[in-house]
């Protein structure tokens, strides 16, 4: 034992002279290891963006990723949120990072602190504050001295920040890496040689902080040293850092995608997440970083795009809620077990590749002092495969990766599940309505009309079509266009009656048009071409016109080079055209009037405040306002908005983001069961094709009270209210599990004996996902060839008898079960045939 020791100290030894930097006292690295305190890691981490969830939610979500097999917890910087005007700062509430990254240390796991300041990420003009934009001679991420300066006081200030609460690794605190810029090297060729000088200049000033932990740049090639360039993207099993001193890092792992209002629903099978992951290990990697653990909501006007959705799901680990996702979570985490078996070889060794075969690659890591592990991939998609290794023989599933801790037993396979499924119910109730609400419609909402057209006194008129951001300086997502015109009685134009057109087009996102007051159409870009252009046949009368376009944003761009140059907005033209006598009367250079943002807004409607709520009248199904009692329980709760055009909603005053359930997503490109062999991309697998992209929201629990809360919404399009309704969603009582007789045991039996672990064989477990629940009763039970997946198993040709007793037996009534996958335990009902045992049960 001692011996062992020895080497591996002098092992460590001979890395540490390999690496050209030291940063402070703690963290440090080489091309195998990040090293803390002089302990050598791979690191399994997890991106949770703070304010896309609440303070009440942050403990919960960092314990379930530690109970998940993560170390660190990964968050960029929302520099937006903490100054939204300039030198006025904000760490309140969901923006109290502090508390976020103390959590984190809390919870026993490291942080990487991505502060970018730039950070794409989804999120409202990628981060960026909006005041920025207006800085005289500012162009953003170049070698330009306003933007510079800038982007060098936020940096500072947080770095302060976290200094003076001692939060680095290298002061005693979680934080053991920061990140400077987001992805640069992907457009730096649009800037040129100012691109480079930008990024070396970015890297002196992150470096000039003294941190004392590293810095990384992630997909920057050329990162200066000792700045660790990282990998994002599905797979970076093939990356290599731009120094042999530096360590295979992926910064995101995107467990999943992320929602456009417009777009199906994009998931990511575990299967195929976990052969990336388990591939990047393989082949060198020493953090790994998933993006998204916990994707959560995108409250308030944070989302960026333009059109991201207000739900951030990115079929995480943890879902929107909270919940963990099964069988996804449970997977990784008998992965990450897995990994940590294999730790002590990895960081001590660079690994060895005997040939297999096409499409195979064995990986080994093995060390002078007997350590040896080992990884076993099949990269083909079509054929699983047989091979022979060290003498031994394995079976390797198409596209996947099976890992050998000690060389020489397989403790897990990145396409055989031993995770339980879990399908998540919802619980429907009707808004219950306070009983002193009016009754509009006996429904208690009340309502207030907003003007259309000018109503606020900060209005103004100028020549032309003003680009929309610069004008509203994104203060609101609406900015009126109002003109008043004379069309002269023999204005030719009238000649063609109802035949005239109302020729819009506008750089997006959408709008609204109203011909004397009277809506006449709208329009909408998507997130593929945020453009809209516009025909609606109008009727003109002599006189007095008056056309009040309402535009308006649906998160501001967030992605590309120059992105802070995308416009948006009615910028013309803005013609009439008479159809049938080719008339054309162009309105673009006339005086318009503008106006940014809406009268409700101005006078704070959202706080529901006010006395001017109408509840007497038949109500209108637009702009309207209620109170009501919250869900009972203290399961997550989201508003289900279909019945509801588009909007924004406020819950006590909180914005809880806009909504726009009549958008849907295009017809075809779906699959419910996508197959995870082969490359993996983000429209690979959709689902919920055909149907509104998003029509649950998300209403964090502490934002409600039991009874008495307010929600207020501002209704754009039109719809009914009274068809809203509340969900409450749960993991559901069903659990279920598949696990076939050439399954690996359960990575929690791997045994320091070996030849103890083979004997038991494959096991199936089942557990309730409630503490104070068991086992109430088995559903289906079949060890043979049984088919069909979680809620529709079903007996195949092969089945044992006593597969329900057995299972029954061992189950009802516990909390938790583990029954062998063996003939031992059911007997064989079909010899020479491979077998399985599926099982669903209910838990109560
Ligand atoms: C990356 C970016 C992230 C996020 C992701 C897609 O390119 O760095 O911030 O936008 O794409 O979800």
């Not at 429907?428 to 429904?443: P, Y």
């Not at 983001?657 to 075809?668: F, I, L």
């Amino acid at each position: 034992m001692a011996s062992k020791e020895i080497l591996l100290l002098v092992l460590c030894w001979g890395f540490v002279v390999l690496a050209t930097t030291s940063f402070g006292a703690n963290v440090t690295y080489d091309h195998r290891a990040v090293v803390i305190g002089g302990k050598r890691r791979v690191l399994i981490s997890g991106s949770i963006h703070y304010p896309r969830s609440t303070p009440e939610m942050w403990p919960d979500l960092i314990q379930k990723s530690k109970d998940g097999g993560l170390d660190v917890i990964e968050t960029y910087v929302f520099w937006n949120l903490h100054e939204p005007v300039r030198n006025q700062y904000n760490f309140e509430g969901r923006y109290d990072l502090v508390k976020f990254v103390k959590l984190v240390a809390e919870a026993g796991l490291y942080a990487h602190l991505r502060i970018g300041p730039y950070v794409c990420a989804e999120w409202n003009f990628g981060g960026f504050p909006l005041w920025l934009h207006f800085i005289p001679g500012i162009q953003f991420r170049t070698d330009n001295e306003p933007f510079k300066a800038e982007m060098q006081r936020f940096t500072a200030k947080i770095v302060d920040m976290m200094k003076q609460e001692k939060l680095y690794a290298s002061q005693g605190g979680p934080i053991i890496l920061s990140q400077i810029e987001n992805e640069y090297g992907n457009i730096d060729s649009a800037y040129g040689a100012a691109g480079k000088s930008y990024i070396k200049w970015a890297a002196g000033m992150a470096l000039s902080l003294d941190t004392g932990v590293p810095w990384v740049m992630c997909q920057q090639s050329d990162a200066p040293d000792p700045i660790i360039n990282t990998c994002n993207g599905f797979y970076c099993d093939q990356f290599t850092p731009n120094s042999n001193n530096k360590p295979k890092m992926w910064t995101e792992n995107w467990s999943g995608w992320f929602l456009s209002f417009g777009g199906a629903v994009p998931y990511r099978p575990v299967e195929d997440l976990a052969f990336a992951v388990a591939r990047f290990f393989q082949r060198g990697g020493t953090f790994q970083n998933y993006y998204m653990y916990h994707g959560g909501t995108n409250f308030d006007r944070t989302s960026g795009g333009p059109f991201i959705s207000t739900s951030y799901d990115y079929d995480a680990p943890l879902d929107e809620y909270g919940l963990i996702r099964q069988p996804k979570w449970g997977h990784l985490k008998d992965l990450h077990k897995a990994i940590k078996l294999c730790e002590a070889a990895l960081v001590a060794t660079d690994p060895t590749y005997p040939s297999l075969g096409p499409n195979l690659e064995a990986t080994v890591y093995k060390t002078g002092s007997g350590l040896c592990s080992a990884f076993l991939a099949n990269i083909g998609t079509n054929s699983d495969v047989t091979v022979k290794f060290n003498g031994n023989s394995y079976l390797l599933p198409a596209w996947s990766v099976s890992i050998l801790p000690d060389c020489k037993n397989v403790v897990f396979n990145t396409a055989k599940i031993n995770s339980v499924t879990l399908v998540p119910s919802f619980s429907r109730q009707s808004l219950q309505v306070a009983a002193d609400s009016s009754d509009a419609i006996g429904s208690g909402w009340s309502y207030i009309n907003e003007p259309v057209g000018i109503s606020k006194d900060d209005a103004f008129t100028k020549p032309g079509l003003l680009e929309q951001i610069n004008t509203t300086a994104d203060q609101s997502d609406y900015l009126w266009y109002s003109l008043s015109t004379n069309i002269k009685a023999d204005e030719p134009l009238l000649e063609d009656g109802s035949k005239t057109v109302l020729h819009v087009q506008s750089l997006g996102h959408a709008l609204h048009a109203f011909i004397n007051g009277k809506l006449v159409g709208s329009g909408y870009g998507s997130s593929s071409n945020a453009k809209v252009t516009v025909d609606f046949p109008i009727a003109l009368a002599p006189g007095k016109n008056t056309f009040d376009l309402l535009s308006l944003t649906v998160g501001l761009q967030n992605y590309g080079a120059f992105y802070e140059k995308t416009g948006a907005g009615i910028t013309g033209p803005v013609q009439l055209k008479g159809s049938g006598n080719g008339t054309n009367i162009d309105l673009s250079s006339q005086q318009w009037t503008y106006q940014t943002g809406l009268k409700g807004e101005e006078l704070n409607f959202p706080s529901g405040s006010s006395t001017q709520w109408d509840s007497k009248s038949t109500l209108p199904k637009l702009q309207p306002l209620t109170t009501f009692d919250a869900p009972a329980g203290s399961e997550p709760v989201a508003i289900d908005f279909t019945g509801m055009g588009k909007g924004e909603a406020w819950v006590n005053g909180q914005s809880i983001g806009r909504y726009w359930p009549t958008y849907v997503s295009q017809n075809g490109g779906c699959t419910d069961s996508c197959n995870y062999r082969g490359a993996y991309s983000s429209n690979k697998c959709l689902k919920n094709c055909g149907k509104p992209s998003q029509s649950l929201y998300h209403v964090p629990r502490s934002w409600l009270k039991s009874s008495g809360n307010t929600l207020v919404l501002f209704e754009e399009i039109g719809g009914d209210p009274t068809k809203i309704s509340f969900v409450t969603k749960q993991l559901g009582s069903s659990l279920c599990s598949h696990v076939t007789d050439s399954h690996p045991l359960p990575v929690d039996m791997w045994g320091s004996d070996s030849k103890i672990q083979r004997k038991p064989g494959p096991v199936l477990s089942l557990e309730c996902p409630n503490p104070n629940q068991v086992i109430s009763s088995i559903k289906f039970a079949s060890f043979g060839t049984p088919l069909g997946t979680c809620g529709s198993f079903s007996r195949g040709r092969c089945s044992s008898a006593r597969s329900l007793s057995v299972v029954r037996q061992a189950c009802v009534g516990s909390k938790s079960c583990s029954i062998g996958v063996s003939v031992n335990t059911f007997g064989d009902p079909c010899k020479g045939v491979m077998k399985s045992l599926a099982v669903e049960a209910s838990c109560t």
